[in-house]
């Protein structure tokens, strides 16, 4: 089974900067249609961060864009989510997720506080 390792997360002051990376076991990144970052604040749904697809297209939500930046390094197998900028309503638990049509993968989470 396909598993996703997460890390990076951590505290940080507002207008600083992490990187979160998610590196897949077992498969390639390339396998899937899609690598994603999902976050989930305390209260509230969890949301489509950014994505990337297998063909290298990327997406960003409106909050994010211009700040935040998804990118993959097929030698690491490796799915990163660079964030500068940060703002205490980024704060939240950060998913990576790997689909296709026939699986979807989760990581386990890592925690991202942001102190104003």
């Known amino acids: 089974q396909v598993q996703l390792v997460e890390s990076g997360g951590g505290l940080v002051q507002a207008g600083g900067s992490l990187r979160l990376s998610c590196t897949a076991a077992?498969?390639?990144?390339?396998?899937?249609?899609?690598m994603s970052w999902y976050r989930q604040a305390p209260g509230k749904q969890r949301e489509l961060v950014a994505g990337i697809t297998s063909g290298g297209s990327t997406n960003y939500e409106d909050s994010v864009k211009g700040r935040f930046t998804i990118s993959r390094d097929s030698a690491k197998n490796t799915v990163y989510l660079q964030m500068n900028s940060l703002k205490p309503e980024d704060t939240a638990v950060y998913y990576c997720?790997?689909?296709?049509?026939?699986?979807?993968?989760w990581g386990q989470g890592t925690q991202v506080t942001v102190s104003s």
């Open positions: 997720n790997a689909h296709n049509f026939l699986h979807n993968y």
């Open positions: 077992s498969e390639s990144i390339f396998r899937f249609n899609a």
